[in-house]
């Protein structure tokens, strides 16, 4: 019997079943489960969601869809404003409404793993301590966003703004913090989110793989690229910035990378090149 465990923790498929299992497990934990507060939507919401260009390429429906994800994030989620920020009703809906394009396609509890949001009016120094007796406080360079395990997500609320006015640009912090979470939901930051079946695992690392020593080199090299060189850091910045692109140059990125478009559609459960503004 101990054998056998040794040749199932060493193997893919435990690996696979354990991404898949470890989020239900912590699902599993959190009692009462989490309800947004039974109340109409606000009737303010749908014009601020509007105001997202985004918005304008989905349907009736998934704009319902979006306004319910916005209330569970609103309602359910910790939202504080940091570094004298006033948290408003409007900073929240446009922070929770990017993030719900993100899991439109996804059923279920949206972010199960985000559990504090924290904004800030604009670029800022996360606190960092070294793991010594005396706990120095370390010096970190300015962010626009950070995503935290045990489920925080950090923002900058210009940047936010700027991303949201901007659909084009390949750049959101929203989108990329948030596809963190995502990226975490299966137990690590490491590029490979929670895919389903476990054959799904293999042919994401193939492409995965490929894709991030592309970028790498174009980065190298200075060659122009559809995905952002910040996605070269590592592979949880990769799928980080993939997502960017998917959502933002879906078209560009289906041309010059499809098997990157492909599974990164089939996660998540969107077509973004087939919207009006992408054709």
């Known amino acids: 019997m101990f054998y056998l465990l040794i040749i199932l923790l ?27 507060i039974q109340r109409p939507v606000p009737v303010p919401w749908p014009a601020i969601i509007n105001r997202i260009p985004v918005v304008s390429q989905l349907t009736p429906t998934e704009r319902q869809k979006l306004l319910a994800i916005v209330q569970d994030l609103v309602d359910t989620r910790s939202w504080q404003g940091c570094g004298g920020l006033e948290l408003t009703e409007e900073t929240q809906v446009l922070i929770a409404a990017q993030a719900g394009v993100l899991v439109l396609g996804h059923n279920g509890d949206p972010y199960p793993g985000v559990e504090t949001i924290l904004v800030y009016p604009s670029t800022f120094r996360p606190r960092r301590f070294s793991w010594t007796p005396s706990s120095d406080e370390v010096e970190t360079s300015p962010a626009l966003g950070e995503a935290w395990h045990h489920g925080v997500v950090i923002l900058a609320w210009d940047s936010v703004k700027s991303g949201a ?32 079946e476990r054959s ?37 910045e990769f799928f980080a910035v993939a997502t960017e692109a998917f959502f933002e140059k879906p078209q560009q990125l289906k041309e010059k990378h499809a098997e990157l478009y492909a599974r990164m559609a089939q996660f998540y459960r969107q077509d973004p090149a087939a919207w009006p503004s992408a054709r």
């Open 10 to 36: 060493t193997s893919g498929m435990f690996a696979a079943a354990f991404r898949v299992g470890s989020l239900a497990f912590r699902r599993l934990l959190r009692v009462p489960t989490r309800k947004p």
């Open 165 to 196: 006015e901007n659909p084009f640009d390949g750049r959101n912090v929203t989108f990329h913090e948030f596809a963190h979470q995502l990226d975490g939901d299966a137990g690590a930051f490491d590029g490979v989110p929670l895919l389903g």
């Open 200 to 236: 799904a695992y293999t042919a994401w690392a193939a492409v995965l793989d490929l894709e991030f020593e592309r970028l790498t080199e174009a980065a190298e090299k200075g060659e122009p690229s559809v995905l952002d060189y910040y996605g070269a850091t590592d592979r949880s």
